[in-house]
């Protein structure tokens, strides 16, 4: 047997098994990937029928702001007298 065929031998017999399990383990990680790109993606569009109500509650929560500010205001005030 010639050096040639000695290192197709081993080529056929240790190197393709090898490589052959590593691709097999790649595709499974990616399987898992895609799995869960698909779950995120799922969620998002979910989440999408959520945004509807975005500007009343924005118009909500500047009310609040609005009101808590006031609130301050005439905290502060009382509070500078007595600390004169």
Same mark, same amino acid.
């Given at each position: ?6 290192? @197709? ?14 691709? @097999? !383990? ?27 109500? !975005? ?5 909500? !929560? %500047?009310?609040?702001?609005? %009101?808590?500010? @006031? ?14």
């Amino acid at each position: 047997m010639s050096l040639w065929g000695i290192g @197709n031998l081993i080529l056929l017999v240790v190197i393709v098994p090898v490589l052959v399990a590593l691709l @097999n !383990t790649l595709l499974g990680a990616i399987e898992s990937i895609r799995g869960a790109a698909d779950d995120a993606l799922s969620g998002g569009v979910a989440l999408i029928g959520e945004l509807d109500t !975005t500007p009343a509650l924005l118009k909500k !929560t %500047d009310a609040v702001i609005a %009101d808590v500010a @006031n609130g301050a205001v005439r905290y502060a005030g009382p509070v500078s007298k007595l600390l004169g």
